[in-house]
């Protein structure tokens, strides 16, 4: 059960390993389902997921694997999508037609993954000093000296 952000959510996972010989995923440990039912503003609205998972019962049972679900798309939201709306202004974006917005989500995406892998850890200040010398850019990809 969790309350914030004027919504009330209950989450059930049902986890097996019984359907791991039915698989064919390498390295299949267990597979789950999660049931959502959220209440906003008095509607309530449900949803099924299914994930799979390499991690055994034995690794991680039913609360562990509903916090690693949790965790892994808040690190989506917030390590991602909060980057490129705010950092990146991905939302005022006027681009919106035919390939051109998957293109430009892609690029991000990968500049961002390229900040992340050169160890910046405020993306912002290196875009702007990139912005301002643009040689620094360049030259971090061997095109300048």
Known sequence: MDKGHGRLER???????????????PGVGQVCQVYRERTIRGEKTTETVYYVTSLSRRRADAGR?????????????NGLHWVRDVTLDE???????????????ALRNAALNWLRQIGTDNFASK?????????????MFGYVK
């Open 127 to 139: 875009l702007r000093s990139f912005t301002r010398n643009s040689q620094r850019l360049f030259a």
């Open 91 to 105: 939302d005022r974006c006027p681009i919106c037609t035919g390939h051109a917005p998957q293109n430009l989500a």
């Open 65 to 77: 694997l509903l916090t690693l679900i949790r965790g892994h798309w808040g690190a989506i939201e």
């Open 11 to 25: 989450r059930t996972l049902t986890a097996t390993s019984v359907l791991n010989a039915h698989l064919d995923w």
